[in-house]
T-cell receptor
Framework: GAGVSQSPSNKVTEKGKDVELRCDPISGHTALYWYRQSLGQGLEFLIYFQGNSAPDKSGLPSDRFSAERTGGSVSTLTIQRTQQEDSAVYLC??????????????FGPGTRLTVT | GQNIDQPTEMTATEGAIVQINCTYQTSGFNGLFWYQQHAGEAPTFLSYNVLDGLEEKGRFSSFLSRSKGYSYLLLKELQMKDSASYLCAASTDSWGKLQFGAGTQVVVTP
């Protein structure tokens, strides 16, 4: 079946503009995660959604970052007033969400964001 | 604070064995994952350990010691296609919140 998809694959934006990144998880997966990977760095947790529970936003670096998940499926990560330090690859992952955090996460191909 | 440490880079010869160590210190712990990431690609799952001991899966094995906050990934019979970054990640809650290390770049030479 289809894996996790993300769009756009690449985004170049000017400093100060807002951007929206989209993630389509694997059908039936109740858990959805957003990570950020800067050049040469490990993955940094941003936010996750688990079923109907309130999302864990503890990894969002500032209030310029927000995310929503509509209908328990598609998720959008929004970055307002982008800054150059926001440049990174933004990765989305999904999992079945049924084994108390022990499920394998399936990653999408990522969105490479460049802020000029 | 939370900390996941692993070596930055390791080099090994095709056919050899390499062991990637990972030490972790997290406020919560619900198991240890290893992911493989080829350059420019998404991470893919390799292994998960929640109990102490060794889990073997083909050429790859993973070990966990919860009391020592230590894990390793063992890659046997190295192939050129194993050249990649290997990410150690601790699950820190009941919902799959992962804390990743910076990754270990493994370079396999002929």
């Amino acid at each position: 079946g289809a894996g996790v998809s993300q769009s756009p694959s690449n985004k170049v934006t000017e400093k100060g503009k807002d951007v929206e990144l989209r993630c389509d998880p694997i059908s039936g997966h109740t858990a959805l995660y957003w990570y950020r990977q800067s050049l040469g760095q490990g993955l940094e947790f941003l936010i996750y959604f688990q079923g109907n529970s309130a999302p864990d936003k503890s990894g969002l670096p500032s209030d310029r970052f927000s995310a929503e998940r509509t209908g328990g499926s598609v998720s959008t990560l929004t970055i307002q007033r982008t800054q150059q330090e926001d440049s990174a690859v933004y990765l989305c992952a999904s999992s079945l969400g049924g084994l108390a955090g022990r499920d394998e996460q399936y990653f999408g191909p990522g969105t490479r964001l460049t802020v000029t | 604070g939370q900390n996941i440490d692993q070596p930055t880079e390791m080099t090994a010869t095709e056919g050899a064995i390499v062991q990637i160590n990972c030490t972790y210190q997290t406020s919560g712990f619900n198991g240890l994952f290893w992911y493989q990431q080829h350059a420019g690609e998404a991470p893919t799952f390799l292994s998960y350990n929640v109990l102490d001991g060794l889990e073997e899966k083909g050429r790859f094995s993973s070990f966990l010691s919860r009391s020592k906050g230590y894990s390793y990934l063992l890659l046997k019979e190295l192939q050129m296609k194993d050249s990649a970054s290997y990410l150690c990640a601790a699950s820190t809650d009941s919902w799959g919140k992962l804390q990743f290390g910076a990754g270990t770049q493994v370079v396999v030479t002929p």
